[in-house]
């Protein structure tokens, strides 16, 4: 198998200002993942869930272990464009509609204006929100947001998509959908990170 993601005893310490640990928020974490799986990371609030995806993402720094995404380092910034990432909480600009919001995300990654309106076409359908592509993102249900916020992370095709909680506070009929777009990426060769409690 082709090896995506792996850690090996990978553990993080958080400091005090005068450099005691203070909590042990990942302790000799070892797991594999492969190209076109989806992986799920479950444990209750507060078990290292987030850490470890921010770990995977190079946004924070191992105290011990290894960790390689993509086969490199995660803070190799060439394989950024790569990845896809959904935060738990779902930042976006409110006075944008989903389109206009997917074209800035778009442009951000410096895709050509014809595949990025193929690709922003293509999403708002994928996710459901073709026909609440115009309306203002501030007006959007927080299931709605999520599924925008999907969309967002795919914009740039990546291999590999990091989730945070994609169905955090949604109803079970939103929480299917957002399940039905993640069995969605896998058939289409995408690799799943996400996390869960």
């Not at 990654?109 to 990025?116: A, L, S």
Request: glycine share 10%; aromatic share 8%.
């Amino acid at each position: 198998m082709d090896e995506i993601i792996e850690t090996i005893d990978l553990s993080k310490d958080f400091k005090d200002f005068w450099g005691r640990v203070k909590a042990r928020a990942l302790d000799k974490l070892n797991i594999k993942v492969n190209r076109g799986e989806i992986y799920g990371l479950l444990g209750p609030n507060g078990s290292g869930k987030t850490t470890t995806m921010k770990l995977l993402l190079g946004l924070l720094f191992p105290t011990s272990g290894k960790v390689k995404v993509l086969k490199s380092s995660p803070r190799n910034v060439t394989n950024k464009r790569y990845i896809g990432f959904l935060p738990e909480e779902t930042y976006l600009y409110p006075y944008q509609n989903g389109e206009e919001a997917l074209y800035f995300y778009g442009r951000l990654f410096g895709i050509p204006g014809n595949v990025c309106k193929k690709r922003v076409n293509d999403l708002l359908e994928m996710v459901g929100l073709n026909n609440a592509r115009k309306r203002p993102l501030k007006e959007y249900s927080k299931g709605m947001a999520r599924r925008i916020g999907i969309a967002q992370a795919l914009i740039n095709d990546p291999v590999l998509i990091f989730l945070d909680e994609p169905t955090s506070g949604l109803d079970p009929i939103g929480t299917r959908e957002v399940k039905d777009i993640i069995l969605q990426l896998k058939q289409h060769g995408k690799t799943v990170f996400m996390c869960s409690h």
